[in-house]
């Protein structure tokens, strides 16, 4: 219960002599409830948890350490003393679990550390390389650790990027919420809270991904999808292919992507801008005669309307736009063909492929099947439909 008011004692004292009153006028039920309420009043008066003496950890980061079982953690608790100078208080610590280092925070600070407001949990690149599982179990673990919680990988160290003065962003832990909230529901990134990646660390036919962050002078900014084979990072989408590995990776609706054909169309170089995309993935699996000769087709359905368009077509001929359609529907499928082929070179099923196989064998014949070993040579071809639905006014 937090601190009382000036008037708090005045008022309880004439709260309890009006259920005193009531209780000699009701008689039974009204004392049972009276001493209910009596009971947990006192409780709560009793409970010295007061949100004043307590610093909510916003924002962790995690850093490998020469000691192969120690992290370099990070924490940023927002600062609420009004003649601070700084909006948050910037903690670090040497620890192998966040229980601990939540101890240890502690001691540094005028208040009592928590993780009840947790928002992002930060893995530097090399503390990610080296494996993520232990730290997601731990978290997990740990009930304060709820669905809001989300996963992101740094390119470069944590510390460096939760310690850095955002001039424009004093409140640094807000700004970085606000920011992967933003990219992740446009499609620009993964929407990685604990409670997806932990599932897809342990389910059997897919591999996790997670968004990539990093300093850009005195910005966060976005720098691609982070790409994991079981809970190590081995490489990243860069942030030009993002929307093109979101149109593998499931179905959608939302932002936009600008284009630069590959092919000329009519001998002349086209540029557009696709916006207010919907986009349908279906994967179909071919079954062969055995198992290792599986094929994969990826059916890509997007459609959207065209904001901008450089290029030799009249577009507001039919005959030039259904060419147009054509073209992207190429060029997509040929930048889609390399983003398969890098996941598999790096043996990474970012896309849940496995998944799709596994759910068309029986059980024995996946158990049998060793994934791991098959799937940087399967077939994965994407196919790419695409359709513009508006054209906005061109003249």
């Not at 904001?307 to 073209?327: A, C, F, S, V, W």
Request: net charge neutral; with cysteine; aromatic share 6%.
């Amino acid at each position: 219960m937090g601190r009382k008011g000036r008037n708090g004692s005045s008022f309880f004292t004439s709260l309890t002599a009006s259920f005193i009153a009531a209780i000699k006028k009701e008689g039974g039920v009204v004392k049972k409830l009276f001493v209910f309420l009596i009971t947990v009043v006192l409780i709560g008066c009793n409970d010295q948890h007061i949100v004043e003496d307590v610093g909510f950890v916003q924002a962790l980061g995690m850093d490998k350490t020469e000691k192969e079982d120690k992290f370099l953690v990070s924490a940023i608790v927002p600062q609420i003393e009004p003649d601070a100078e700084n909006e948050r208080e910037f903690l670090t610590t040497v620890s192998d679990s966040d229980k601990e280092a939540t101890l240890s925070l502690s001691r540094q600070s005028n208040r009592e550390i928590e993780n009840g407001q947790l928002r992002n949990v930060l893995f530097g690149k090399e503390a990610a390389m080296k494996g993520i599982a232990e730290q997601i179990k731990t978290m997990n673990r740990d009930p304060i650790f709820g669905t809001r919680v989300k996963v992101s990988v740094v390119n470069g160290q944590a510390y460096e990027l939760l310690s850095k003065p955002y001039t424009q962003h004093p409140q640094v832990s807000v700004y970085l919420d606000a920011l992967l909230e933003k990219e992740s529901k446009l499609q620009m990134t993964a929407e990685t809270r604990l409670h997806q990646i932990t599932r897809d660390l342990f389910e059997e036919g897919i591999d996790p991904i997670a968004p990539v962050i990093k300093i850009g002078g005195d910005k966060i900014v976005l720098d691609g999808i982070a790409l994991f084979d079981d809970d190590k990072y081995v490489d990243k989408i860069n942030p030009v292919d993002a929307r093109i590995f979101f149109f593998l990776h499931g179905s959608f609706s939302a932002g936009a992507v600008h284009l630069k054909l590959d092919e000329k169309v009519n001998g002349g170089k086209v540029q557009l801008l696709f916006d207010s995309i919907r986009n349908k993935r279906n994967v179909k699996v071919k079954k062969a005669a055995s198992p290792e000769n599986i094929k994969i087709d990826v059916e890509i359905n997007i459609k959207g309307a065209l904001l901008e368009y450089n290029g030799p077509l009249d577009i507001t001929k039919n005959q030039d736009l259904r060419t147009l359609e054509k073209q992207l529907g190429k060029s997509v499928e040929k930048r889609a063909e390399d983003i398969i082929q890098k996941l598999q070179a790096k043996q990474v099923d970012s896309l849940g492929i496995g998944k799709k196989v596994r759910n068309s064998l029986s059980y024995d014949q996946w158990n049998r099947l060793d994934w791991q070993e098959i799937y940087p040579n399967i077939d994965i071809v994407p196919h790419v439909k695409a359709e513009i639905n508006d054209i906005g006014v061109y003249s």
